[in-house]
């Protein structure tokens, strides 16, 4: 069995949401009974959560056959010397047509969001099956 290779990336869906809820939380609060000041709270918490969403870069998450799985900077990228980070795939947790992938990296746990544009039917299939195979259960 090869090794399976999955671009883990901000998705551009997600980000599309979150421009649309802003947009349409600036329209309720002008339509409402609010002073109109609260309409200065909407550009930052959209830019907090657009930060979120796109803070950490790019990486390639190879799950090999053994079990271990690693973090690569993405193909292209002209990183010489940067080396690859062992991480620890915990759960994959399915939230409707959103998917949530937890990692342990260097001892801390992170999450990866996905939706359909970052990770295909196949590739969460194939990931779920790896999951099943080799994570360890969480207490």
């Known amino acids: 069995m090869a090794s399976l290779a999955i671009e883990l990336r901000p998705s551009r869906w997600l980000q599309l949401a ?15 009974a609010l002073p ?13 959560a657009l930060w979120q969403l796109r803070r950490d870069p790019p990486v390639l ?12 900077p993405p193909a292209g990228d002209d990183q010489t010397g940067v080396d690859a980070v062992a991480c620890e795939p915990l759960q994959l947790e399915q ?9 342990r990296v260097q001892g801390r746990v992170r ?11 196949a590739q969460g299939r194939a990931l ?7 994570a360890r259960p969480t207490p």
Do not use: F, I, K
Not at 95 to 103: A, F, I, K, T
Not at 111 to 121: F, I, K
């Open 18 to 32: 979150l421009w649309l809820l802003g947009a349409l939380s600036a329209l309720a609060l002008w339509m409402s």
């Open 36 to 48: 109109s000041w609260a309409l200065m709270l909407v550009p930052p918490l959209l830019a907090l």
């Open 61 to 72: 998450l190879e799950l090999l056959p053994s079990g271990a799985a690693r973090l690569l």
């Open 95 to 103: 939230r409707g047509p959103v998917q949530v992938l937890l990692l």
């Open 111 to 121: 999450r990866w969001v996905a939706a359909s544009d970052t990770l295909p039917p």
């Open 128 to 134: 779920r099956l790896w999951l099943q195979r080799h």
